[in-house]
């Protein structure tokens, strides 16, 4: 009898110890697929991050070609005389070339041109600008390139035209004597 009893509690200690390895086990495997599938969502990340930033510039530089393109035919659809009296088409200092250096985390945009330039910007709903001399849109940690051609002696306004940015100071003026 005694035997017996002492038989049946070894045997229950040795299935204890079967499932607690069992357990163990299955613990491990869970880990272990956990572990795979957070490194495969972050190499999926990156990958993507990858591609965005890339569509990014590729985007940039087309509309970059783009502006360059509307600038030109902008320019060429003058009289003769006209551009030769704003300077010519070559080493012209009256033309201007703006670099818009964003090192600010959100979006911003510079928009140049007279009065009924900025009420079009102020009221419209663009979120993002065509390629337009005189207008770009410059994404956070960005660059952007417009030009510009001062027809006359004056001052010219430049603003940021999205919402509350201009109060808060993202505005200017240029003065092309
Ligand atoms: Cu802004």
Do not use: W
């Not at 090192?103 to 900025?118: K, L, Q, R, T």
Request: hydrophobic letters at 40%; a negative charge.
């Amino acid at each position: 009898m005694i035997l017996s009893t002492r038989r049946r509690i070894r045997k229950k200690n040795c299935s204890l110890q079967v499932r607690r390895a069992s357990v163990l086990v299955l613990t491990l495997v869970v880990v272990a697929m956990l572990t795979l599938g957070a490194a495969a969502f972050f190499e999926r990340m990156f990958a993507e991050h990858q591609a965005e930033r890339a569509h990014g510039q590729q985007l940039q530089a087309s509309q970059l070609a783009e502006s360059g393109v509307e600038y030109m035919k902008v320019l060429l659809s003058r009289d003769p005389a006209q551009i030769l009296d704003s300077g010519g088409l070559y080493a012209n200092p009256s033309l201007f070339q703006g670099v818009v250096v964003n090192d600010d985390p959100i979006n911003h945009e510079f928009i140049i041109g007279d009065d009924e330039v900025h009420a079009r910007h102020e009221s419209g709903t663009e979120v993002f600008h065509p390629p337009v001399p005189g207008e770009v849109s410059v994404g956070p940690g960005r660059q952007g390139v417009t030009t510009y051609l001062f027809d006359e002696p004056g001052s010219v306004r430049y603003v940021c035209h999205l919402p509350g940015h201009a109060a808060y100071g993202m505005q200017g003026v240029i003065t092309v004597e």
